[in-house]
């Protein structure tokens, strides 16, 4: 999943996009609000973490104006400030949910995680496909009885594959979704990581779920007996 950062406080955006990153997801930054909404516009972004004071545009008007151009992406709004009417504001020009500084990053990443299942469609708690289980919050993944250790960017892939179940997902969606905007290198990186998965859930129990479809990209099929 891929997540945009819109916070002025550097310290506090290195902290969050360090720790988003280590639960998987693919993280970008804009320190103020005309980057952040240039950003959000035209980047795939699943969510979108917003502070309401911002220099240059206020989270407010980031918000109100992605909601003009019909964008829903989930917004979780981050302020300092503390009181029903800022809430209320930010709930009125469109923010799906709000959290106030200090807050703790568990807390953050559960309104996140809870944020990214209700935007976008059906996005359940666990994911499964067959008798593969993938629950995003406990960032465990098994294959039927086995527990399968997964590293951050292994599951983050996985829970692409998962969530389009069936679907063929292209080399450029999965770089998208699971590395962050800087990322320069071979997009080929992306075979690399399907082939560690490959060794981890197709080989060791005599499967071929992660399919290569030829020209496309990849999907994960169901195992039948």
Known sequence: MRVLVVED??????????????????????????????MASTGAYDAVVLDIMLPKLNGYRVCAELRARSNW???????????????????????????????SFVVLVAHLRALLRRGGGARPAVLTVGDLRLDPARRSFAVGDDIVALTPTEMAIMEVLMRRGGDVVSKSEILDSCWDWAYDGDVNIVEVYIRYLRKKIDVPYGRTQIQTVRGAGYRLVEHRE
């Open 9 to 38: 406080e550097t310290e506090l955006a290195a902290y969050v996009k360090r720790g988003l990153e280590r639960e998987g997801f693919a993280t970008d930054v804009a320190g103020d609000g005309e980057l952040g909404l240039e």
């Open 73 to 103: 992406v989930p917004i979780l709004m981050l302020t300092a400030k503390d009181g029903e009417y800022d809430e209320a504001e930010a709930l009125d020009t469109g923010a799906d949910d709000y959290l106030t500084k200090p807050f």
